[in-house]
């Protein structure tokens, strides 16, 4: 009796290792890939920070420009966007590296969603990111340029602040466009049915309007184009998801597949 408890108890530590050294490992080919493409970038940081920074030049008034308060400020500034942009670009790898730590403890159904939802995931991600730089950055902008004319005050943002507001902007709207991925695996795995996703939606609208409120800059405009998307993009997730109702038998029938393979 205690040797089979020993063996067992030396078996779970040696798969619990296991675990991590695999973790380890996608942890590394991640950091990998982020690295190799910030290199592939790095000349260009001035000119990524430029374009980076391009909706709030733009916005300023005659005269108003960009300062810098840290002495290192013009040099770190610009590297931090590059390696904005190398995990942005990166991001693919990063994700396909987190589903498969994850896959082998999926049923086969399950598995099969990796690569759509790797696929959605990182293109809603950019289409969040591309919404706040198009749309909310010269909105917010020039609201806030325009405010200042009447109180004689000079807008002149320092460039380490402007990083700050946004990166904080582009994680908000990039993770709340995820919100129909989000509605579907949900639904695909079982953990909330879909009568119940509808049953809560003024749950939902509310909620959003208080993460809007949360997130952004203190004004009605920027509020709502945050949470009108979030509330459309809601009921987008609870479209698709129609589609991925798990059937009845679904679970057993993978799981006996997946004993047969093993």
Same mark, same amino acid.
């Given at each position: 009796?205690?040797?089979?408890?020993?063996?067992?108890?030396?078996?779970?530590?040696?798969?619990?290792?296991?675990?991590?050294?695999?973790?380890?490992?996608?942890?590394?080919?991640?950091?990998?890939?982020?690295?190799?493409?910030?290199?592939?970038?790095?000349?260009?940081?001035?000119?990524?920070?430029?374009?980076?920074?391009?909706?709030?030049?733009?916005?300023?008034?005659?005269?108003?420009?960009?300062?810098?308060?840290?002495?290192?400020?013009?040099?770190?500034?610009?590297?931090?966007?590059?390696?904005?942009?190398?995990?942005?670009?990166?991001?693919?790898? #990063?994700?396909?590296?987190?589903?498969?730590?994850?896959?082998?403890?999926?049923?086969?159904?399950?598995?099969?969603?990796?690569?759509?939802?790797?696929?959605?995931?990182?293109?809603?991600?950019?289409?969040?990111?591309?919404?706040?730089?198009?749309? #909310?950055?010269?909105?917010?902008?020039?609201?806030?340029?325009?405010?200042?004319?009447?109180?004689?005050?000079?807008?002149?943002?320092?460039?380490?602040?402007?990083?700050?507001?946004?990166?904080?902007?582009?994680?908000?709207?990039?993770?709340?466009?995820?919100?129909?991925?989000?509605?579907?695996?949900?639904?695909?795995?079982?953990? #909330?049915?879909?009568?119940?996703?509808?049953?809560?939606?003024?749950?939902?609208?509310?909620?959003?309007?208080?993460?809007?409120?949360?997130?952004?800059?203190?004004?009605?405009?920027?509020?709502?184009?945050?949470?009108?998307?979030?509330?459309?993009?809601?009921?987008?997730?609870?479209?698709?998801?129609?589609?991925?109702?798990?059937?009845?038998?679904?679970?057993?029938?993978?799981?006996?597949?997946?004993?047969?393979?093993?």
């Amino acid at each position: 009796m205690t040797q089979n408890t020993s063996s067992e108890d030396s078996g779970l530590q040696e798969s619990f290792l296991s675990h991590l050294y695999e973790l380890r490992d996608r942890v590394i080919k991640a950091g990998v890939a982020i690295l190799i493409v910030f290199v592939s970038l790095v000349y260009w940081a001035p000119d990524i920070f430029h374009l980076f920074a391009q909706p709030l030049l733009e916005a300023l008034p005659a005269g108003g420009k960009m300062i810098v308060t840290d002495v290192t400020g013009s040099f770190f500034v610009p590297m931090k966007v590059t390696m904005l942009v190398a995990f942005i670009i990166a991001l693919p790898i #990063v994700m396909y590296q987190l589903w498969a730590f994850i896959a082998p403890g999926l049923y086969l159904h399950e598995r099969k969603l990796i690569v759509p939802l790797v696929v959605s995931s990182y293109t809603l991600f950019i289409v969040g990111m591309a919404f706040a730089y198009f749309l #909310v950055f010269p909105t917010v902008f020039k609201f806030m340029a325009s405010y200042n004319a009447p109180l004689g005050a000079e807008m002149s943002t320092d460039i380490d602040n402007y990083l700050s507001f946004a990166m904080t902007t582009f994680l908000a709207f990039g993770i709340t466009f995820e919100v129909p991925v989000v509605v579907v695996v949900l639904v695909r795995m079982g953990l #909330v049915t879909l009568a119940k996703l509808k049953e809560i939606r003024s749950y939902v609208i509310v909620g959003a309007f208080i993460v809007a409120a949360v997130v952004t800059p203190p004004d009605i405009l920027s509020q709502l184009l945050l949470a009108v998307p979030m509330v459309i993009l809601y009921e987008l997730g609870l479209l698709v998801a129609r589609f991925y109702v798990p059937k009845p038998d679904g679970d057993e029938a993978d799981h006996t597949s997946e004993t047969a393979q093993t």
